[in-house]
T-cell receptor, first 113, second 112 residues
Framework: SQQGEEDPQALSIQEGENATMNCSYK?????LQWYRQNSGRGLVHLIL?????REKHSGRLRVTLDTSKKSSSLLITASRAADTASYFC?????????????FGDGTTLTVKP | DAGVIQSPRHEVTEMGQEVTLRCKPI?????LFWYRQTMMRGLELLIY????????DSGMPEDRFSAKMPNASFSTLKIQPSEPRDSAVYFC??????????FGDGTRLSIL
């Protein structure tokens, strides 16, 4: 099964609300990354959090990492219709050659205007 | 920065035909990744290269799939012979050192 698993699979909210997505993984990691994928496009990197970090911010994005629970969350505040996309977490495992990352199945976020 | 460039964007072909997907990574990036994305299996890593050398091809489905990286600015993924179950979106991504991956916009492959 996938190393990273996102929850929920799908999320629908109104513009202006906050969106929270979660990612769980199974083994120890070097870092965890969040990506966004718009329909018909490739994945775009959003934020990377290292295993020794607990929280990171980038604009309206806030990522937390709890290595004891092997989980991470992505919070998008004051959501906009343009945030509609699929969001993936990816984990870089300890000891993996050249930083290979394993992706989860993603959360599909719909923000209604 | 032109980003990762993949060609073609769309490919429709009949089963049994050879398919070649192409990727030009971002200049200066030393790692290149090929992924396949389907609704059923999500995003799967097929193979990745470091400094043009294949490091891990454990995700390549079977011998019908092959990938090459003859130089730092070009890679191909070939399927021969193609089968309907190979239909998917194939992504190429590149990265520099420990930085995040940059993805191309993919090749949407349909095998009839």
């Amino acid at each position: 099964s996938q190393q990273g698993e996102e929850d929920p699979q799908a999320l629908s909210i109104q513009e202006g609300e906050n969106a929270t997505m979660n990612c769980s993984y199974k083994t120890s990691i070097n870092n965890l990354q969040w990506y966004r994928q718009n329909s018909g496009r490739g994945l775009v990197h959003l934020i990377l959090i290292r295993s020794n970090e607990r929280e990171k911010h980038s604009g309206r994005l806030r990522v937390t990492l709890d290595t004891s629970k092997k989980s991470s969350s992505l919070l998008i505040t004051a959501s906009r219709a343009a945030d509609t996309a699929s969001y993936f977490c990816a984990t870089a495992l300890i000891g993996t050659n050249a930083g290979k990352s394993t992706f989860g199945d993603g959360t599909t976020l719909t923000v209604k205007p | 920065d032109a980003g990762v460039i993949q060609s073609p964007r769309h490919e429709v072909t009949e089963m049994g035909q050879e398919v070649t997907l192409r990727c030009k990574p971002i200049s200066g990036h030393n790692s290149l990744f090929w992924y396949r994305q389907t609704m059923m299996r999500g995003l799967e890593l097929l193979i990745y290269f470091n400094n043009n050398v294949p490091i891990d091809d454990s995700g390549m489905p079977e011998d019908r799939f092959s990938a090459k990286m003859p130089n730092a600015s070009f890679s191909t993924l070939k399927i021969q012979p193609s089968e309907p179950r190979d239909s998917a979106v194939y992504f190429c991504a590149s990265r520099a050192g420990g930085q995040p991956q940059h993805f191309g916009d993919g090749t949407r492959l349909s095998i009839l």
